[in-house]
């Protein structure tokens, strides 16, 4: 007899404190279950029940095993319910949580395609550059851009992050400008502040080896990435951004790339989807993490490069 079956004639047997009843409810005769709890004992060298000619009662270290498999046995039939319910249809509420420029310029086009390859799952996205626990807000799926350490997490790397110098392609000089120190500081620039902590990013990098950090004299200063680059796109400065907010602009051929920075020394940078660690993933999420995952490869960007790199491939 196989150890699952042992467990739930003894599971079935705390319940009755009788063989006999325990082998109506399994189809069996009480030999059968005898042996099987007998056998059970054997394996563990522990006796599990008191006998006697009218019941059978726990003993101490039958209480805590039946506790146990008690849990076991609960666990196993709501995963199996989870997953006889995904396999049926692919429906329920998504939860999602994105950064405010890349969800809009590279997610919010492909949510729109979801919607209509999976009708049934209702999204219910949320817009922000904040830090949200995903746990205690009950956010399904996540994407963020940096370093990712929390363990209860998951985090699957979407792209790396390439840093852009960019100008406006009304710009007369734009070929003409060298990436130094002394030539970049003599430039309006647009620079980003961070609505968490309202300072601003700095402009400090690394090109072909070397450090360039500039003060400007003249700036304008904004919150939101895609106000950067529609500032810069209209000639206002010389603007520095991750890649994914340049895409768009330099598509339209209203930025032009005049650098692009040496790769950042942190490795595990990027941007990631995030989701909880379960044993079993629920089936809208995996299908939305897959659809994701599909449709930035077919932006041209892995975890190893963006479009960036495939453009110049």
């Not at 006999?20 to 005769?29: I, Q, S, Y």
């Not at 200063?221 to 907010?245: K, Y």
Request: some cysteine; hydrophobic content about 40%.
């Amino acid at each position: 007899m196989d150890k699952f079956r042992a467990l739930t004639l003894f599971s079935t047997t705390v319940k009755t404190e009788n063989f006999t009843e325990t082998a109506k409810r399994h189809a069996t005769d009480p030999s059968t279950v005898s042996k099987a709890i007998k056998r059970l004992e054997e394996q563990l060298g522990l006796q599990l029940f008191n006998r006697s000619t009218r019941q059978l009662k726990l003993t101490s270290a039958g209480k805590r095993y039946a506790k146990t498999i008690e849990e076991l046995l609960l666990n196993l039939k709501m995963h199996e319910e989870e997953l006889k319910q995904d396999s049926l249809d692919i429906k329920g509420n998504l939860k999602i949580n994105l950064p405010v420029s890349y969800g809009r310029q590279y997610i919010l086009p492909m949510l729109c395609k979801f919607r209509e390859a999976y009708p049934q799952i209702q999204l219910d996205v949320h817009f922000s550059d904040e830090y949200m626990d995903m746990i205690k807000e009950s956010i399904d799926i996540s994407i963020r851009s940096g370093t990712i350490s929390d363990n209860r997490l998951i985090a699957q790397k979407l792209s790396p992050i390439r840093f852009v110098l960019c100008i406006s392609t009304k710009a007369d000089i734009a070929n003409e400008i060298e990436i130094t120190q002394k030539c970049l500081a003599t430039f309006p620039w647009i620079l980003f502040r961070f609505k968490q902590t309202g300072k601003t990013m700095p402009i400090d990098f690394a090109y072909k080896g070397k450090r360039i950090r500039i003060e400007p004299s003249s700036k304008t200063i904004v919150d939101d990435g895609e106000a950067m680059a529609e500032f810069c796109a209209a000639n206002a400065g010389i603007a520095l951004m991750p890649h994914f907010i340049a895409k768009k602009w330099v598509s339209n051929n209203q930025l032009k790339v005049i650098a692009t920075l040496d790769e950042s020394n942190t490795i595990d940078s990027g941007v990631y989807i995030i989701y909880a660690k379960r044993e079993h993933l629920p089936q809208r999420r995996r299908v939305f993490i897959d659809f994701v995952k599909a449709y930035i490869e077919a932006l041209g960007e892995s975890p190893q490069q963006t479009w960036l790199d495939s453009s110049t491939s």
